[in-house]
């Protein structure tokens, strides 16, 4: 498609695409992963019972078939005046929701920063750019091991990976 000749070209990469199938047997609808082997029924895949029952009962019209874009890692987060945090400083899957957490700890990072600089602005971004370089690989890590889970159980533990990981690592600054 256009579109995604052209996110490429804006360094965005396409991940997952959810769509809906019908199963011809049971006249059931359900929902997968393209190619990612979920299951074809979500509550006898491991999924909440409510939730499964939620997302069965949405009519295919009222559901959005948006691919999820990644934008690729950056060679840096800093400049000479400038810093990159949050959002603006990464491209990380919705699949973890780390977004939020990870804008508040760029804030403590560079603050920290530049109170153990004293002034000096160019050695302050350049260990905040240091620091949260693999701070985010790490994320990015446990990031694709989550949105490639073949099932609840594997996302589930892939996801508990993630957060006891956040929580005995924490950030330089924080």
Not at 67 to 95: E, K, N, W, Y
Request: aromatic share 6%; hydrophobic share 40%; glycine share 12%.
């Amino acid at each position: 498609m256009a579109g995604d000749r052209g996110a490429a070209r804006a360094g965005l990469t396409p991940r997952s695409v959810i769509r809906p199938s019908v199963s011809r047997q049971s006249g059931h609808r359900h929902r997968q992963g393209a190619g990612a082997g979920a299951p074809a029924h979500l509550a006898e895949g491991g999924w909440n019972a409510a939730l499964a029952g939620l997302i069965e009962g949405t009519p295919d019209e009222a559901i959005l078939h948006n691919q999820i874009m990644f934008v690729r890692p950056l060679p840096t987060f800093v400049s000479r005046r400038v810093v990159l945090a949050g959002d603006a400083a990464h491209g990380l899957s919705p699949h973890i929701a780390a977004s939020g957490t990870l804008g508040v700890e760029d804030v403590g990072v560079l603050a920290r920063a530049l109170a153990d600089n004293c002034g000096d602005i160019a050695s302050a971004l350049k260990e905040y750019d240091a620091d949260r370089r693999v701070r985010y690989e790490g994320v990015r890590e446990h990031s694709r091991a989550v949105e490639s889970a073949d099932d609840a159980p594997s996302y589930a533990e892939h996801y508990a990976a993630f957060s006891h990981w956040m929580l005995a690592e924490p950030p330089r600054g924080g």
